[in-house]
């Protein structure tokens, strides 16, 4: 088993902050209320199963269905914007890291899948993004990245109870920061927040989804990827912290910088 893979540059603590701060570069009001925000979340309903009927396209084109894409075998179902540059990027990476530290093995003891929530995402932009934040290896060669009809997509979205929202004024969608695990017959066994996301939850989550059993799914994820608040003029709470920890990390780097050069130009 190959060893924990470090993080994909986009989740490199100096990258993050530029890479929040340019997904929220752009026009200073968002469109979407309080009570549009109210409907976002994650919260599957009991006994949520997701269509396997449903069809997709992956980044070679080819046709498949949400059956096919998981084969019988227990899945980290990931939403995702795949022009998203708020949070999607690194709740990628710090799952993909999660998953290779599991022990198990990628396309044989699980299936990651992504699913593209922005139709105007193509496969090349969700090719692009996939292997920025995963980087190479079993797991992105193993991984089913998925893009389709905004129909299809919702019918998925809203078996499992993975709610979100488009903001015609900023382009961008209001979505949760979360993620499932589904057992190999589509049904919701777990949901999870990637950026909280441990490799011994993540690891028992698929071995009991692939035994066929299911969690409780009483709690509702709220975590959001959407970077503003339109009512207040500020950054959201999870915006918040990953800008004052990568500016934190940030500092310290170029402060360790700092010191390095100073002590290489001092005299032997």
């Known amino acids: 088993m190959r060893p924990a893979r470090r993080l994909g540059p986009a989740a490199r603590p100096s990258v993050v902050a530029g890479a929040v701060l340019l997904g929220l570069a752009g026009p200073a009001a968002a469109g979407l209320t309080p009570r549009d925000l109210s409907g976002v979340g994650l919260a599957p309903p009991p006994g949520a199963r997701a269509p396997l009927e ?3 396209t992956d980044t070679a084109g080819r046709r498949l269905s949400l059956g096919q894409a998981l084969d019988g075998r227990p899945a980290l179902l990931m939403p995702l914007d795949y022009a ?3 949070v999607c990027d690194p709740m990628l990476a710090v799952a993909g890291t999660a998953l290779a530290a599991t022990g198990l093995t990628p396309g044989t003891d699980y299936r990651l899948v992504t699913l593209g929530i922005n139709p105007r995402a193509d496969a090349g932009t969700a090719r692009t993004m996939v292997a920025g934040q995963l980087g190479p290896g ?3 060669d193993s991984a089913t990245v998925l893009t389709g009809a905004p129909g299809t997509v919702e019918a998925v979205t809203r078996a499992v109870g993975y709610a979100y929202a488009y903001d015609r004024d900023t382009e961008s969608y209001a979505h949760p920061a979360g993620a499932l695990v589904l057992t190999g017959d589509g049904r919701v066994a777990r949901a999870l927040s990637p950026l909280a996301m441990t490799a011994r939850d993540l690891r028992l989550a698929l071995v009991e989804a692939g035994e066929g059993r299911v969690g409780a799914l009483s709690d509702r994820l709220l975590l959001l990827c959407y970077g503003y608040d339109p009512q207040t003029g500020i950054y959201t709470p999870l915006i918040r912290r990953i800008l004052t920890a990568s500016g934190l990390a ?7 910088l700092v010191l390095w050069l100073h002590r290489r130009s001092r005299p032997a």
Request: proline share 6%.
């Open 54 to 56: 449903a069809a997709f």
């Open 84 to 86: 998203c540059r708020n």
């Open 138 to 140: 079993p797991l992105l």
């Open 250 to 256: 940030t500092v310290l780097a170029i402060a360790g």
